[in-house]
């Protein structure tokens, strides 16, 4: 099956202000985070990508032009609403030192699957609908460019933390133990029996994850003769 490279967006201005930005809009990326686009796609660059998906926000769609210049034959990235930024609803727009007094900012970092941003989705809704997008959005680049094709997707960090969890079958109570940093790559590649999970938070060389031909993976195998969808008992070479 594919590998999903999960991209968080390069740092903010809300990141470097503290703010929660949300589906705020006019969101940038600051001198940093500009920096961290222009790398990512010099980190990509071993990697033959097959397509491109992003959030509609600004922040992301800033962190793959970069990598969209120097790959024109991918073209545009496809926006899907489904992997913006969660709902955060009144809480929108508000310091991070000022929301952490809230008695909802303890059900956020303790019991997250009943945490519900008032006016806003829940952090389940956000789970449901994230982890449905990444695997219907599999399942069509299996369809269209085959079982050893890598695809980027660029989110943000609550929605990897999501996908992420459920890729570790962890319970969402447990995605706080998740740090993603900005313009961190997170590699996922799903098989019928269960999700691998390459890299988490990855900032450095990506290079080993471009297919290996007659490998029959993307560099978790090692080449071994171990069934597609198995671990390998050992460790991996």
Same mark, same amino acid.
């Given at each position: 099956?594919?590998?999903?490279?999960l991209?968080?967006?390069?740092?903010?201005t =809300?990141?470097?202000?503290g #703010?929660l930005?949300?589906?705020? *809009? %006019?969101?940038?990326?600051?001198?940093?985070g500009?920096?961290? !686009?222009?790398a @990512?796609?010099?980190?990509?660059a !071993? #990697?033959?990508?097959a397509?491109?998906?992003?959030?509609p926000?600004?922040?992301?769609?800033?962190?793959?032009? *970069?990598?969209?210049?120097v790959r024109? +034959?991918?073209?545009a !990235?496809?926006?899907d609403e489904?992997?913006?930024?969660?709902?955060y609803?009144?809480?929108?727009?508000?310091p991070?030192?000022e929301?952490? &007094?809230e008695p909802?900012?303890r059900? /956020?970092?303790?019991h997250?699957?009943a945490?519900?941003f *008032? %006016?806003?989705?829940?952090?389940?809704? @956000?789970?449901?609908r $994230?982890?449905d997008?990444?695997?219907?959005?599999n399942a069509k680049v299996?369809? +269209?460019?085959g079982?050893?094709a890598v695809?980027? =997707?660029c989110s943000?960090g609550d /929605?990897?933390k !999501? /996908? /992420?969890?459920?890729?570790?079958?962890?319970?969402?109570?447990h995605?706080?133990? #998740?740090?993603? +940093?900005p313009?961190?790559?997170?590699?996922?590649?799903? $098989?019928?029996?269960?999700?691998?999970?390459l890299?988490m %938070?990855?900032?450095?060389d990506?290079?080993?994850?471009?297919? &290996?031909p007659?490998?029959?993976?993307?560099?978790?195998?090692g080449?071994?003769a171990t *069934?597609?969808?198995?671990?390998?008992?050992? %460790?991996t070479a």
């Amino acid at each position: 099956m594919p590998t999903l490279l999960l991209v968080r967006h390069g740092r903010s201005t =809300a990141n470097t202000a503290g #703010i929660l930005a949300g589906w705020t *809009p %006019g969101v940038d990326l600051d001198d940093t985070g500009r920096e961290q !686009a222009a790398a @990512l796609a010099g980190r990509l660059a !071993a #990697i033959p990508v097959a397509q491109v998906v992003s959030s509609p926000l600004e922040r992301c769609q800033q962190t793959v032009e *970069p990598l969209l210049a120097v790959r024109p +034959e991918l073209g545009a !990235a496809v926006e899907d609403e489904r992997l913006g930024e969660c709902h955060y609803g009144d809480w929108t727009g508000r310091p991070l030192s000022e929301l952490a &007094k809230e008695p909802l900012w303890r059900t /956020v970092q303790d019991h997250a699957a009943a945490a519900a941003f *008032p %006016g806003g989705e829940s952090l389940r809704e @956000l789970s449901h609908r $994230t982890v449905d997008a990444v695997r219907e959005w599999n399942a069509k680049v299996a369809a +269209e460019h085959g079982e050893d094709a890598v695809w980027v =997707a660029c989110s943000h960090g609550d /929605v990897i933390k !999501a /996908v /992420v969890a459920d890729a570790l079958g962890l319970h969402l109570d447990h995605f706080q133990r #998740i740090s993603v +940093e900005p313009c961190s790559v997170t590699a996922i590649r799903y $098989t019928p029996q269960r999700p691998f999970v390459l890299r988490m %938070g990855d900032t450095g060389d990506l290079s080993s994850l471009a297919p &290996k031909p007659g490998a029959g993976g993307h560099g978790d195998r090692g080449g071994d003769a171990t *069934p597609a969808g198995d671990a390998v008992v050992g %460790g991996t070479a």
